[in-house]
T-cell receptor
Framework: AQSVAQPEDQVNVAEGNPLTVKCTYS??????LFWYVQYPNRGLQFLLK??????LVKGSYGFEAEFNKSQTSFHLKKPSALVSDSALYFC???????????FGTGTRLTVIP | NAGVTQTPKFQVLKTGQSMTLQCAQD?????MSWYRQDPGMGLRLIHY???????DQGEVPNGYNVSRSTTEDFPLRLLSAAPSQTSVYFC??????????????FGPGTRLTVL
């Protein structure tokens, strides 16, 4: 069975500080990992994905994520947080041959001015 | 391109009523899907379609029907609404029918309340 865990419901960070939103996964087979962001009353927006190759993936709005196979993690990071980064972040996983995109429960990021 | 569009944005139903949530995309995507978002549970797949005329069940299909007569449209029907179906519904699409690496693009959502 495939699953994604986002262990933190809420992450608070001061503006200008680095931020990390954690994600771990459990799959049978090679994972394809995604990060999405949801702003209030909006749909999900794609940030970045890991398919294969370089473990460090760069995405939209200065975000990046590091795939760590040994720790089965795919943490989202940004060197310097902006107030406008405040939103709900979802990690998701998919495997070859499966149509489902399995989502984590989401982490609410608040960047404090 | 308008991307993925959904109507209505908000809907209130009484228990037992039926309705259809509309979803359309103008990106010529083969794959379309419906998710529901509930607090503390992330998004869960209801139904999906890999192309016109082809649909299949996802994780939580009970109480919902879908059809895919055209590439562009993928409506979701609630046959007899129940309070447990109160949720935010998202439609999504992606290009390839068998591409697990493809990015899914989401619509703005429909907030449904069943009284």
């Amino acid at each position: 069975a495939q699953s994604v865990a986002q262990p933190e419901d809420q992450v608070n960070v001061a503006e200008g500080n680095p931020l990390t939103v954690k994600c771990t996964y459990s799959v049978s087979g090679n994972p394809y990992l995604f990060w999405y962001v949801q702003y209030p009353n909006r749909g999900l927006q794609f940030l970045l994905k890991y398919i294969t190759g370089d473990n460090l993936v760069k995405g939209s709005y200065g975000f990046e994520a590091e795939f760590n196979k040994s720790q089965t993690s795919f943490h989202l990071k940004k060197p310097s947080a902006l107030v406008s980064d405040s939103a709900l972040y979802f990690c998701a996983v998919r495997v070859r041959g499966a149509n489902n995109l399995f989502f984590g429960t989401g982490t609410r990021l608040t960047v404090i001015p | 391109n308008a991307g993925v569009t959904q109507t209505p944005k908000f809907q209130v139903l009484k228990t037992g009523q039926s309705m259809t949530l509309q979803c359309a995309q103008d990106m010529n995507h083969e794959y379309m899907s419906w998710y529901r978002q509930d607090p503390g549970m992330g998004l869960r797949l209801i139904h999906y379609s890999v192309g016109a005329g082809i649909t299949d069940q996802g994780e939580v299909p009970n109480g919902y029907n879908v059809s895919r007569s055209t590439t562009e449209d993928f409506p979701l029907r609630l046959l007899s609404a129940a309070p447990s179906q109160t949720s935010v519904y998202f439609c999504a699409s992606s290009y390839q029918r068998t591409g697990p690496t493809d990015t899914q693009y989401f619509g703005p959502g429909t907030r449904l309340t069943v009284l």
